[in-house]
């Protein structure tokens, strides 16, 4: 018997097996695709990291200690996990994305700067900024490798003793009178304790609670900017979100480790409900031209050659708020779930408070915003 299962080994289920491993707790793992894959959430080989939070103040304190678990994963394993090239957030001044981020910020006197049109166009000439466009810029902002940091939580937790299974799909779970039975494609084990952190199959592994999640295709497109890579590099160009005057805000990174291509991606916009096991993997011409046209008005050089994209999904929650808790019926268990497109910088810390809520059914974290009871009223 186990002390935990932890169901679900992407971003955060593997940090929460690493840090119940490094509690002393015997884990099992269960992950029903191989090792880091690229089929749920937790892949595309950068994620946006930053501290001047627009999407609500409450998450800061969490940001300010996921990067200290980030900086100590790098030390542990010495991978290059983190890196902190700067950011922007760049939109008129009273919209969600730079007004947010400035509320964040001066509530836990973050660092920052504010540059107008012409101040963000000579630092940095990639962009082409309308008159009224103003730029956040948060230096310690930048972006984390998501499948090598997956797999450095993975190898840790498996140094640590964690007995992890892969390519074993669950099935179902329920609650006994001493802990968990979790059955699965290959057999049936029992716990004191479960972590259910399911990605995109939460719908289908939290049903009993009725939450409101829906999962939507989004799409990863790699492009080789007009005129090569040189103005893109980490030195010239930071993080970037773009919030545009219909608010489709997109966003981009450097030209990560040398590589002769720059990501790009929209945050929500174009964003179709789908089904972890029905999703289309296909990028369709319509789509490449639908970024292509937000490039084009606002970051000419990056409308290059498209080279490749990828698919991935969001778990979306009404509020765009996570759902991290002990179960409402079953303390025995904790939920991660509803991560809403924002989550992978937090995998660090969510770990942590899952170990927490596993251990001992609470957390020093501030997590109320994520209790699931706020979404009760509108399953």
């Known amino acids: 018997m186990y002390d935990v299962i932890v169901a679900g080994l992407g971003g955060m289920g593997s940090s929460a097996a690493y840090h119940l491993a490094g509690r ?38 969490l940001l300010l200690r996921a990067y200290e678990l980030w900086e100590r994963l790098e030390e542990e394993t010495g991978e290059d996990l983190m890196t902190l090239c700067g950011g922007l957030m760049i939109g008129p001044r009273e919209g969600a994305l730079v007004s947010g981020s400035v509320a964040s910020a001066d509530e836990y006197g973050l660092p920052y700067e504010i540059l107008d049109s012409s101040e963000l166009k000579r630092r940095f000439p990639i962009f082409e900024p309308g008159p009224g466009t103003v730029a956040l810029f948060e230096k310690k902002a930048g972006f984390v490798r998501p499948e090598v940091s997956v797999k450095a939580h993975l190898d840790r937790a498996t140094s640590l003793g964690a007995d992890l299974h892969f390519e074993e799909e669950v099935l179902s779970w329920e609650p006994t009178g001493y802990g968990v039975r979790v059955e699965t494609a290959l057999g049936t084990y029992e716990a004191e304790r479960l972590v259910v952190s399911p990605g995109a199959w939460a719908p289908k592994l939290l049903s009993d609670l009725g939450l409101p999640l829906e999962v939507t295709r989004q799409i990863l497109f790699w492009f080789r900017p007009e005129g090569g890579t040189e103005p893109f590099a980490p030195g010239k160009v930071p993080i970037w979100i773009y919030e545009p005057d219909d608010g489709n805000m997109f966003y981009s990174f450097p030209a990560i480790d040398g590589a002769d291509t720059v990501k790009a991606a929209f945050f929500r916009a174009d964003g179709k409900p789908t089904d972890p096991e ?44 996570f759902v991290i808790s002990t179960h409402p019926e079953y303390p025995q268990v904790s939920i991660a779930a509803g991560f809403s497109g924002h989550g992978y910088k937090f995998c660090s810390v969510v770990g942590e408070i899952l170990a927490d809520l596993a251990t001992k059914c609470e957390t020093p974290h501030p997590i109320d915003l994520f209790s699931p009871s706020r979404l009760a009223a509108r399953g």
């Open 24 to 61: 002393g707790r015997r884990v099992l793992g269960l992950e029903r695709h191989t090792p880091a894959h690229d089929r749920g959430s937790s892949h595309g080989e950068s994620r946006i990291i930053r501290q001047a939070y627009f999407e609500d103040p409450a998450y800061v304190p």
């Open 278 to 321: 029905t999703i289309d993997r296909e990028v369709h011409d319509k789509e490449i031209e639908f970024i292509r046209s937000y490039l084009a008005r606002y970051v000419p050089s990056l409308d290059g050659d498209f080279l490749y994209a990828k698919t991935c999904m969001y778990t979306n929650t009404p509020d765009e708020h």
